[in-house]
């Protein structure tokens, strides 16, 4: 299990709204996401559905420090982040789901 927090990126369409979000437990949290767990979010309200970027830091601190430098960047400094992990900007749930069963 992955300790600490991690930082992460949701759409709902390659190059679409792009939702930066932080969390202690990623998997939960995407799980959420993906069943509009709280209806009336930014997420569940554009429908962002699609894991499309994530980094797992240390701490929580570390994690909070990170998305607040992705939430002050412009957009493309956020399709960097993405690209560089996800260049076809596919769902990552599943590999998620699999480096956590890995562990």
């Known amino acids: ?5 991690s930082v992460y990126i949701m759409t ?3 190059y679409g709204v792009l939702y930066v979000g932080v969390t202690s437990k990623l998997i939960l ?9 709280h209806p009336k979010s930014f997420t569940a309200r554009y429908n962002l559905d699609k894991l499309i970027g994530y980094e797992h830091l240390p701490t929580i601190v570390e994690a909070i420090a990170r998305e607040k430098q992705l939430k002050a960047g412009n957009r493309a400094r956020k ?10 900007w596919l769902d990552l749930c599943d590999k ?3 480096e956590a069963e890995g562990q």
Do not use: D, S, W, Y
């Not at 299990?1 to 927090?5: A, L, P």
């Not at 949290?29 to 767990?37: A, E, L, P, S, Y």
């Open 79 to 88: 399709i960097k982040f993405i690209e560089a992990m996800n260049p076809q």
């Open 96 to 98: 998620l789901v699999q």
């Open 29 to 37: 949290r995407v799980q959420q996401h993906k069943t509009k767990f």
């Open 1 to 5: 299990m992955v300790r600490g927090g």
């Open 12 to 14: 709902n369409k390659p």
